[in-house]
Structure formats: C-alpha cells, structure tokens
C-alpha cells in the first residue's frame, strides 16, 4: 500500500515517473484525449482546512480520470470529534478507494494510513504540502528543463511549504536555500531529513536568515503567504517581523536574470510579495496554479490505479 504522506517518504525515482506521468497526462487533457484511469473509483476529500485550489483540482481531476469525488468537511464526519480515527479509517476503507485529507496535524494524516487499508493522499497539514511542491516541480521542468543542479529560494516562514520544498529538493537533487526570521526556522526533524536526503543527490541546502543570500543566483524564488490559516491574531506581529523578506523588485533582482516566480497562492500583494513581481514577467503563478490539477492526478494515478 502506498501513500503520499510527505515527500521524504518517496523514492528520488518515483518523484520523477510522477512528474513524468503528470506531463503526460496533461498532454492527453490538452488534446481531449480521454484518460479514464480510476473509472468507477472514488476519493473522499476531508477538508478540516478550505481550500480553493485543493478542492477543484482534485475534484476535477478525478472526474477527468473517470472517477467520482466526495466532499467531506467538518461537519460532515466525527474524525476526532467523539470517534477514534482508527473507526473513521476502517469504516471509510470498505466505502472509498483512497482518501484526500487537508488538515492541521499531521498525525491525523499518518493515523489515517496506519488504521485504514487504502491510499492516504496528504493535501496540506500543518507540517508539510507535498502535492503542491509536485505541482511547483512540474512547473520548474516546463519552464527550465531540468530540476537536479538549479536552484530554489524560498524567502518567508519555515512553514509547510518550506518544509515540502525541503524534502522535494532533496529527493531531486536540487539545490535549496530558505530565508528565514530568527524564531521562524524551519523545523529540526525536517531538516535533519532533508539533510540525510540531500547527501545522496548531491543537492545543497542552505538555511539563513538572509534574504539576500538566499536568492543569490537562484533559478527560482518562491514566496508563501506569512500569515498561514490559523494564526491571524499573529498578522500584526509577524508583518513587523516579516516586512524586510518581500520579495519586491530590488531583492528579485539578485536572482538569475531568467528566474522564475513561484508562489502557492493565495497571495497578499504588498506583504509577502510586491505587484510588479507577482504580476510581472518572471512569474508563473497560474501555470503553477493549474500544474496541481495534472500533479494530483498523476498522484492518483500511481496510487490508487491497478495499472501503476
């Protein structure tokens, strides 16, 4: 049984031969060739967490697959409100062929996988966002050709995000570097990982608290939102902290030339990012935005088809 739990979990190979299937589908969806890989399949979508992006893409990407998708919030289940996630799993394992969950913690995540017997697909916790750094490689192969030897820069909050680029680049051999806030590092575990992973693939990681050494010559720059959800009674503090790492034209500038601009939406012009580089030429937010679509449903693909 395979999940997506976190991206350390997955081998640098089967990263790859999903972002490869994600080209091809894609390919087979501009074209209107049909590609009905989980006919008579359905994915549950547990959202403790809403969502824009996770909501469509999964739910259009399964109809596109030929399958169906159930939408969960809340309110809709007991998961962890009065009934044990060991009863949840089994009880959804003889109901649904895989699960979508987006949550807080990430041992709901886990939990799911120990307890149920089907595929448990990760679609944010707090700790980490896998499907969105496939989607983020995705973009990085379409627009630069290659991952293993370029360079990502992700200047914000050691968040999920900077944790899944963490752990991505690692698996795919590309280097990393994270600009953090003292007091906002990325979280220990994950580095120490990320770290063991890195040494395998050659990648280079650099953690600093330098925005302006993070994206020296980097190939990409991803910016995340510094506010993430649950913690708005932070803003006021943590834009204080956080205002000298926008991105704006003038750090943007110490990127490559041809740097790309990535960012997971949604965003806050003028806080983590300024207008002219969102909205400028360098950026790739919506062909990002719409590569979650052709990821997760290469993800789905590999875990829940009996042809993969």
């Known amino acids: 049984m395979k999940h997506l739990l976190t991206l350390h979990d997955w081998s640098t190979e089967e990263i ?4 490869a299937l ?13 590609h009905p890989h989980l006919k008579g399949k359905t994915l549950g979508m547990i959202f403790s967490k809403s969502s824009t992006r996770t909501r ?11 399958g169906s998708a159930l939408f969960l919030n809340s309110n809709d289940i007991q998961l962890g409100r009065g009934e044990s996630i060991y009863d949840t799993a089994n009880v959804l ?16 995540v886990e939990d799911l996988a120990k307890y149920g017997s089907i595929p448990i697909i990760n679609g944010l916790t707090d700790l980490v966002h896998p499907c969105q750094i496939l989607a983020d490689f995705q973009t990085v192969l379409e627009k630069k050709g290659a ?27 590309m280097d990393v570097s994270i600009a953090t806030p003292k007091g906002y590092e990325c979280n220990a575990e994950v580095v120490k ?3 063991a992973d890195a ?28 506010i993430s959800m649950g913690q708005e009674s932070e803003k006021e503090e943590k834009v204080k902290i956080f205002m000298p790492y926008q991105i704006n034209q003038e750090l943007f500038s110490k990127a490559k030339k041809d740097a790309i601009f990535l960012h997971c939406l949604p965003a806050y012009r ?33 875990l829940m088809s009996q042809e993969a």
């Open 16 to 19: 790859l031969d999903t972002l």
């Open 56 to 66: 469509v893409s999964f739910e259009v990407g399964m109809y596109q697959l030929g």
């Open 199 to 226: 040494e395998k693939t050659g990648a280079n990681i650099v953690l600093t608290h330098s925005p302006e050494e993070a994206i020296a010559g980097a190939d990409a720059v991803y910016a995340d939102t510094w």
């Open 270 to 302: 003028g806080y983590e990012v300024t207008e002219d580089v969102i909205d400028g030429p360098n950026s790739v937010i919506f062909d990002e935005a719409e590569n979650r679509l052709h990821a997760q449903k290469a993800v789905m693909v590999r």
């Open 147 to 173: 991952l293993k030897g370029l360079k990502m820069a992700f200047i914000g909050d050691g968040n999920n995000i900077a944790h899944s680029l963490l752990y991505g680049c690692a698996k795919v051999g």
């Open 193 to 195: 990982n990320a770290l």
């Open 93 to 108: 394992s003889r109901f649904l062929d895989g699960i979508m969950i987006r949550t807080y913690k990430q041992s709901d």
């Open 22 to 34: 994600a080209k091809k589908l894609k390919e087979e969806q501009k074209k209107g060739i049909p």
